[in-house]
C-alpha cells in the first residue's frame, strides 16, 4: 500500500512539475507578446506624432487650404487620443488606426504637392509680374525719351522755321526821294533789309517792324503810337510794313516820317517780325 501511494505521489509530482513548467512558458510567450504589441502601439504613436509635426509644417497663400490642413491636423490630434486610450492587446483597433494613419499621410501627401505647386505659380506670377513692372519701367523710359527727342525736335523746327533777316539799312530820303546823310535835307528815315530763305518758315503775310532811336536814345514814333507783341511782351513800333513771304529771300523796305526835323547824330533801328529780332544797325546824319 505504501509503494503503490508513493508511485501516486511521484507520479502527481511529475504532473505537477510538467504543468508548471507550461505554465511558465505560456506565461513567457503571452508577456513577451504583450510587450510586442505594446512596442507596436507606441511605434504607432511615434509615427503619428511625427504626423502632426508635418501637418504642423504645412501652410499656403491659399486660405481655403489653410482651412482643410487645419480640419486634417484635428483628425491626427483625435486619432492620437484614441490610440493612447487603446490597450495595445486590442489588436484590430490599433490596426484600424494605422490605417487611418496611412490615408492621413496619403491626404498629406497630396497637399504638399498642392503647396508646391501653389509656390511654382506664385514664384512665376511674382516673375511675370517682375518682367512686366521691369518692361513697363522701359517702356515709360522710352517714351519719356521718345517724348524729349520729340519735344527737342518740334523745338529745333520752330526754331528753324523762324524767318531771319539780313542785311539792314538805314538811310536818309529827301521829299524828292533821293537818299542822304545831312540832317537838313532828310524828311523820312527808310530801313531796308532781306527776310532769307526758308522752306519750312509758314508762308502768307508777315509783319517787319522797325524801331528807330534818336541819338538821345530816345524811341521814335509817329503821333499815334503803334504796338506788336514780341515774345509775349508788347512792344512799341516806329514803322511797319506787310510783305508776302512764300519761302523765298525777299528784300523789304520800310518808311518812317519823323514829322519832326532831324538833328544830327547817330540813329539806331532794329527790325522784327513778332517771331524773332532780325537785324540792328546804326546811321549817322551829319
Known amino acids: 500500500m505504501d509503494k503503490k501511494f508513493k508511485i501516486i505521489i511521484g507520479v502527481l509530482s511529475a504532473a505537477v512539475a510538467v504543468l508548471a513548467i507550461v505554465l511558465i512558458y505560456v506565461w513567457s510567450d503571452r508577456n513577451s507578446y504583450i510587450n510586442e504589441l505594446t512596442i507596436d502601439k507606441e511605434n504607432l504613436t511615434a509615427e503619428m506624432l511625427q504626423l502632426q509635426q508635418d501637418y504642423a509644417q504645412l501652410s499656403s497663400t491659399n486660405d481655403t487650404l489653410n482651412n482643410e490642413i487645419l480640419l486634417e491636423r484635428e483628425k491626427v490630434a483625435q486619432l492620437i487620443e484614441r490610440v493612447q486610450k487603446t490597450e495595445a492587446t486590442n489588436k484590430a483597433m490599433l490596426r484600424k488606426y494605422e490605417k487611418e494613419l496611412g490615408t492621413l499621410r496619403s491626404i498629406m501627401r497630396n497637399y504638399i504637392k498642392q503647396i508646391d505647386s501653389l509656390n511654382t505659380l506664385n514664384n512665376t506670377l511674382r516673375a511675370e509680374a517682375a518682367e512686366a513692372k521691369q518692361q513697363a519701367r522701359e517702356s515709360n523710359s522710352r517714351y519719356e525719351n521718345l517724348k524729349s527727342t520729340t519735344e527737342e525736335l ?47 518758315a509758314k508762308k502768307g503775310p508777315r509783319s517787319v517792324y522797325i524801331r528807330v532811336k534818336g541819338p538821345d536814345g530816345i524811341l521814335m514814333t509817329a503821333d499815334q503810337q503803334h504796338l506788336f507783341t514780341f515774345e509775349g511782351e508788347q512792344m512799341i513800333y516806329s514803322a511797319s510794313r506787310e510783305v508776302d513771304y512764300q519761302g523765298a529771300e525777299v528784300e523789304v523796305c520800310i518808311y518812317f516820317d519823323p514829322g519832326q526835323k532831324l538833328t544830327k547824330g547817330v540813329y539806331t533801328v532794329e527790325a522784327y517780325t513778332e517771331e524773332a529780332r532780325l537785324a540792328a544797325t546804326d546811321m549817322l546824319l551829319r
Open 154 to 200: 518740334g523745338k529745333q523746327v520752330e526754331l528753324g522755321s523762324i524767318v531771319k533777316g539780313r542785311g539792314l539799312v538805314m538811310t536818309g530820303v529827301t521829299e524828292s526821294g533821293k537818299e542822304t546823310d545831312r540832317s537838313s535835307r532828310t524828311s523820312k528815315l527808310k530801313a531796308c533789309l532781306n527776310l532769307v530763305e526758308n522752306s519750312i
